[in-house]
């Protein structure tokens, strides 16, 4: 099972074995993709060496939730239009496997995810924050992602983060997202203000 982040490093800090450099020939040309192109090749590879992938949510499907709101506060119109664009961008940026997240506030894309992750990109939404209502984060699995790996994860870090980034809420996919300790996310999204909604992504774009 693979779970966690991981730092992607340089191809030229790498001294590998005999053995290392046999599987950085066969992962090719996705050493130079994007996470989830990395990622697919290395769970293929795994599965060739033998192994048996299974994804986070196999076993955590706790942390696995259906569509609708966790906890006090609910979205409003704005906000559901601001993550109805999201989806859109989010999709966009999946397609080129690029990310998984953006912030977006009254329509507007202040930020979207990606290599310096989810956290980083908060920061950097929050120093583009314009006048009015908070934005809102979305975060959704990539279009055709293999969920056996990175799958999108929202923990309480992530809720104090939105909210020190001034965000009204985080919209995540439903189903498709891990929700580490689910009681402090929406204890914290609640104490903050902040909505929780986990949604189904196709009915909202159509």
């Known amino acids: 099972m693979l779970i966690g982040p991981i730092r992607r490093?340089?191809?030229r800090s790498l001294y590998p074995d005999a053995e290392g450099a046999r599987i950085l020939a066969r992962l090719g040309r996705a050493l130079f993709a994007g996470d989830d192109g990395l990622l697919a090749a290395l769970v293929r590879i795994l599965g060739?060496?033998?192994?048996?992938?299974?994804?986070?949510?196999?076993?955590l499907s706790h942390a696995?939730?259906?569509?609708?709101v966790l906890g006090a506060v609910a979205p409003d119109e704005q906000a559901m239009a601001d993550i109805r664009r999201g989806i859109e961008v989010v999709h966009a940026l999946g397609r080129m496997d690029i990310g998984q997240g953006c912030v977006v506030q009254n329509g507007l894309v202040l930020?979207?995810?990606?290599?310096?992750?989810?956290?980083?990109?908060?920061?950097r939404?929050?120093?583009?924050?314009?006048?009015?209502?908070?934005?809102v984060l979305v975060k959704l699995l990539k279009?055709?992602?293999?969920?056996?790996?990175?799958?999108?994860?929202?923990?309480p870090a992530t809720v104090r983060n939105a909210h020190l980034a001034g965000l009204r809420g985080i919209a995540f996919e439903a189903g498709h997202t891990l929700l580490t300790d689910r009681d402090a996310c929406v204890a914290e999204a609640d104490q903050a203000g902040l909505?929780?909604?986990?949604?189904?992504?196709?009915?909202?774009t159509r």
């Open 9 to 11: 490093p340089s191809l």
């Open 64 to 68: 696995v939730v259906p569509p609708g």
């Open 143 to 155: 279009p055709g992602q293999d969920k056996r790996a990175d799958m999108p994860t929202i923990g």
């Open 111 to 123: 930020a979207v995810e990606a290599m310096e992750g989810t956290d980083r990109m908060l920061a």
């Open 48 to 59: 060739e060496e033998g192994f048996c992938v299974r994804g986070a949510h196999e076993f």
């Open 125 to 135: 939404a929050g120093e583009c924050r314009q006048p009015g209502e908070g934005g």
């Open 195 to 204: 909505f929780l909604i986990a949604v189904t992504p196709e009915p909202l």
